[in-house]
């Protein structure tokens, strides 16, 4: 028998079987979305100290390859040092949150000033930062290395014998009397600019780090627990041990030296610098004739391929280099020429004492906290392919640079 469709009926179950399909095309469509999510996400977090690591790879993505990428512009990132945008900023600047730039000898991310709001909302995170870098002070066994002469052997009038750039010759724009800046800004350097006719107070010097966990290739005797790439949160293998070694080569000289080792890059990376901007004001606060404050750091690659070094008497040292920034991101940071002035003094001295010490300045548009003092820098030391011993080493010539300035 045949069942004969009424042209009603039979419009009836197209409309249905429509509904089903879109129905079943809407499931699809929020699918897809939520993995789309999820993988932005996992971009987002790129900056994450603990997510974004070779060595910690994110659940929601098991391809090598993609998180070696992640591993690469981890590090590429870390290079200069990164200032966030606050998280509403973060939502329509995912994918042009940072512009490329490249340094003398590095690919960087220039910094991208977050505003007040966020180091405000950072105040009680950078508080819980402030006890865990307590704790490591508490738990510090570093060695009571003297830097006197006649203790270790180096006799500090050695010069250098020996330069090594690791493959990678410093580029310039810039010289002032065999001091080479490298200006990746729109100001046109003049002569009256780079005269570094500063006078700054050299009996107070404050230490701190943005990036407090950045470490350097292991040896025999400076092996530790890795917490990332080239990153570690024990004190005495991490770029803070550099500090101490600075700090008891500047107490040698007679001076005070305020040296704070929180935690700005640990647990989160992101925000360091809203985060080291406290330490370095409550530091200035609580000592304000300190004038010269330098922010110590780790320069990176992401490998043991560049480590550049200069071999003084018998020892093979870290090389070091000045980051400057200017007003470029803030029409309030007026210090900064005033830093730039002290750096190029320093590397002047040390043109004189160490030639070849100090690779070219980087001057960047970025403020990097130096607005808080007119002798306020950033001091790379070595970068990923350089020894925690180069390092260490290089601190009581700077020392001395320092104080003959």
Not at 256 to 269: F, K, L, M, Q, S
Not at 275 to 296: C, G, H, K, Y
Not at 301 to 317: F, L, N
């Amino acid at each position: 028998m045949i069942k004969v469709f009424k042209v009603k009926d039979l419009i009836k179950y197209l409309i249905k079987i429509l509904i089903v399909l879109t129905a079943v095309a809407l499931v699809v469509k929020v699918f897809n979305i939520g993995n789309s999510s999820n993988i932005g996400n996992n971009g987002d977090n790129i900056e994450n100290f603990n997510n974004n690591t070779e060595n910690n790879v994110n659940e929601n993505n098991s391809n090598k390859d993609t998180n070696k990428s992640k591993a690469w512009i981890f590090c590429i990132d870390d290079m200069l040092p990164q200032i966030t945008i606050n998280k509403a900023e973060e939502e329509s600047k995912k994918t042009s949150q940072t512009k490329i730039a490249f340094s003398s000898e590095l690919e960087v991310m220039e910094a991208i000033k977050s505003d007040s709001n966020e180091v405000t909302t950072n105040t009680a995170e950078n508080e819980k930062n402030q006890n865990l870098s307590n704790e490591g002070n508490i738990t510090n066994e570093t060695e009571n290395t003297s830097i006197n002469d006649t203790q270790t052997g180096i006799n500090l009038d050695w010069t250098v014998t020996e330069v090594d750039n690791s493959g990678v010759n410093p580029r310039y724009t810039d010289e002032y009397n065999g001091v080479f800046i490298n200006n990746g800004t729109n100001y046109q350097l003049t002569q009256e600019m780079l005269t570094p006719d500063v006078e700054v107070n050299k009996n107070k010097v404050a230490i701190y780090h943005t990036h407090t966990c950045e470490s350097y290739t292991p040896t025999e005797k400076y092996q530790y627990t890795a917490s990332g790439n080239f990153r570690t949160i024990d004190l005495n293998y991490s770029v803070s041990r550099v500090g101490d070694e600075l700090e008891k080569a500047l107490n040698s000289y007679g001076c005070t030296v305020i040296h704070d080792r929180t935690y700005h890059d640990y647990p989160a990376y992101n925000g360091s610098y809203s985060r080291s901007l406290i330490t370095a004001q409550n530091m200035l606060s609580a000592n304000p004739d300190a004038e010269i404050v330098i922010d110590l750091h780790r320069d990176a690659i992401a490998d043991e391929t560049y480590g550049p070094r200069v071999k003084i008497g018998d020892e093979y040292v870290s090389q070091l280099m000045f980051v400057i920034g200017t007003d470029g991101a803030n029409s309030a940071h007026t210090n900064w020429l005033q830093n730039l002035k002290f750096a190029i003094k320093v590397q002047q001295k040390a043109n004189e004492l160490y030639p070849g010490l100090f690779k070219p300045i980087i001057l960047r548009n970025s403020e990097y906290n130096q607005h808080v003092a007119k002798a306020a820098c950033i001091i790379e030391v070595g970068s990923t392919g350089n020894t925690l011993e180069e390092s260490m080493g290089a601190m009581k010539y700077l020392a001395r640079i320092i104080e003959e300035i």
